[in-house]
Structure formats: structure tokens, C-alpha cells
């Protein structure tokens, strides 16, 4: 039953599931209490990620995505740490489905980036996912990363990336979208339009939008690591993100952090309501956990 309702929920033709004026001041201090709780430096991804993802037999076809994104912070996000988090939000374990299921968890976050966090999903053959999502520091008006990669069924794939914007006026879409437009270019012929049964494209989405299903599962070529187009492309897409950030200067003015944060919450609320993973979450590991897990780990500004 669990494996049916899993289908659902990751069905192709329903799912879009992705995604201070100086240093005392109270914004920066919160994004820097965040980055300073608990920290533990990041030597690496096996470090990280080996032990706790084993795919119990099978293939986990996005976790080489998942260590290519931990590589490219390790390298491109300086002061990059590894956040606590408590032992029931790190992982969850469910014998649901004929093959059970379950959870994985990690939160980071660095100079620029407020707040970044991993979620690998494991259900064997019913289905697997890996989403992140990057936080700008509040001193950026710049977009959030959205990723989200799934896999379910008989080799059934979905797989989305984007900068995710916090304005959809035309002077910031150009400013911080329009220059991915060559890197999706010829991946482009191979991308899907977003349906509007969940989510509204005009609302944190950008043109840029990578939107891939297949049905080839494991032996698409075009997600093989690191050969494949859509690999490169979702590299382009990382490596872009943190080169462009990291290029930009600091807003040091209490009224555009605040704005920010009021931006980065709209999406919060926006997502929380309407992300379709919330179910599955429910389905496999219960109603007060995914309620848990939604407010403190997957939207904790809604």
C-alpha cells in the first residue's frame, strides 16, 4: 500500500516536488549564530555522507550529485560547516512498503550561505530522492538553489534545478537568471514544462528552469557521472551559483535584510504549504515526525 501511495504522491503527471550595519547587528547575528552552533569543519564527503547512506543492497543513483554538490561547497563556500542537528531529524528509519524506507538528513552552512540542507530519501525500488536547497545570507537579495532529483517505479525520473528568485520583476531576473541561459542551452531540448497543479512557475521560479523526466531510470546516459548532459548541466548550474554569490558585495543596511528575510519566509510558507514530499514523509515516518521535520528542517521560516 505504502509503495502505491508512494507512486502517487511522485507520479510524473502530479509531482513537482523540489523546494546590519555592522557585525552586531541582530540579522547578522542571527545568520551567524546559525553558522557557529555546534560546527564541525568539512573535511570531505565520504567523511560525511559514506557512513550513513548505504543503499542496503542497491544502486543509489543520486548520491554521486549529492558528494559532487558537498565537493563544490568544500571548495567554493569558504567557512563551510557541518550544523547539528538533533538524532530524530537526522534520520528515520520506517518498515513501511516492501522494502521500507529511509531518511537522511545533513545541514551546513557557511560565510554567505545562511543555511544549506541535504535530504536523501530511500525506499529501494519504490523510489529514491536527493534535495537541497541554499540559503543566501540575508546581505543578498540573491536567489535561493533549488535541487530536487527523483527516481521511482520502473525507472521513472524527475529531476528539477533552478535559482530560485525572490522577486519575479524583470531588473532582478536579468540580473541574477538570465546569465544561465547558455549553460541550459543545450540541455534545453530535453526539458519539460512544470505542470500547475502545485506550483505556479511565475512564483519563485525562474526562465531557467531545468525540468527533466525520463523514464530510463539508472541507464539514462544523460545522468551518468560525470559523462552525462544533465550532470554537467546541474554542475554548471552549482558551480555558477556559488562563483555569481561570491562575486557579489555585501548589503550592510538593516532595511534590505529585513526585506530579505521577509522574502526568503514568503518562499518558506509558499513551499510548505504545496510540497507534495510532505506527504510521503507523513506516509512512511508518521504525521508528528513530517510535521517536525517540515517546520525545523525543510521550512523553519513559514
Known amino acids: ?8 504522491v511522485f507520479g510524473l503527471n502530479g509531482l513537482e516536488w523540489l523546494h546590519s550595519r555592522s557585525p552586531q547587528h541582530g540579522l547578522e547575528r542571527e545568520c551567524s549564530s ?3 552552533r555546534s560546527p564541525r569543519s568539512v573535511f570531505g564527503p565520504d567523511a560525511l555522507l559514506g557512513q550513513a547512506l548505504t543503499g542496503r543492497g542497491h544502486k543509489l543513483l543520486y548520491k554521486p550529485y549529492m558528494e559532487s554538490l558537498l565537493s563544490s561547497l568544500s571548495v567554493a563556500a569558504p567557512g563551510l560547516k ?11 528509519k520506517s518498515n513501511k512498503g516492501q522494502e521500507g524506507a529511509e531518511v537522511h538528513n545533513w545541514l551546513f552552512c557557511s560565510n554567505r ?4 540542507r541535504f535530504t536523501y530519501f530511500d525506499a529501494g525500488s519504490a523510489g529514491q530522492a536527493f534535495n537541497s536547497l541554499l540559503y543566501p545570507d540575508y546581505r543578498f537579495d ?11 517505479g520502473k525507472g521513472k525520473v524527475l529531476c528539477v534545478v ?3 528568485p525572490l522577486s519575479q520583476e524583470a531588473s532582478y531576473l536579468e540580473k541574477y537568471t538570465a546569465g544561465l541561459a547558455p549553460i541550459r542551452e543545450e540541455f534545453s531540448i530535453f526539458c519539460s514544462k512544470m505542470s500547475t497543479r502545485i506550483y505556479d512557475e511565475n512564483e519563485f521560479f525562474s526562465k531557467q528552469l531545468i525540468f527533466y523526466r525520463s523514464d530510463k531510470g539508472a541507464a539514462d546516459p544523460l545522468l551518468q557521472v560525470p559523462g552525462g548532459l544533465f550532470f554537467s548541466t546541474y554542475m554548471g548550474y552549482i558551480t555558477s551559483y556559488l562563483n555569481w554569490l561570491h562575486m557579489l558585495d555585501p548589503v550592510e543596511d538593516l532595511h534590505f535584510g529585513t526585506n530579505v528575510r521577509s522574502q526568503q519566509a514568503n518562499y518558506d510558507t509558499y513551499s510548505s504549504a504545496r510540497d507534495p514530499a510532505i506527504k510521503m514523509f507523513t506516509l512512511y515516518f508518521g504525521h508528528k515526525w513530517s510535521e517536525q521535520f517540515t517546520k525545523e528542517f525543510l521550512f523553519p521560516l513559514a
Open 82 to 92: 557541518c550544523q547539528q542537528l538533533d538524532a530524530d531529524l537526522r534520520s528515520q
Open 113 to 116: 550561505l545562511r543555511r544549506i
Open 34 to 36: 546559525r553558522c557557529s
Open 142 to 152: 540573491y536567489p535561493l538553489l533549488g535541487i530536487d532529483l527523483l527516481a521511482f
Open 1 to 8: 500500500m505504502a509503495d502505491r501511495r508512494l507512486h502517487s
Open 162 to 164: 533552478d535559482f530560485q
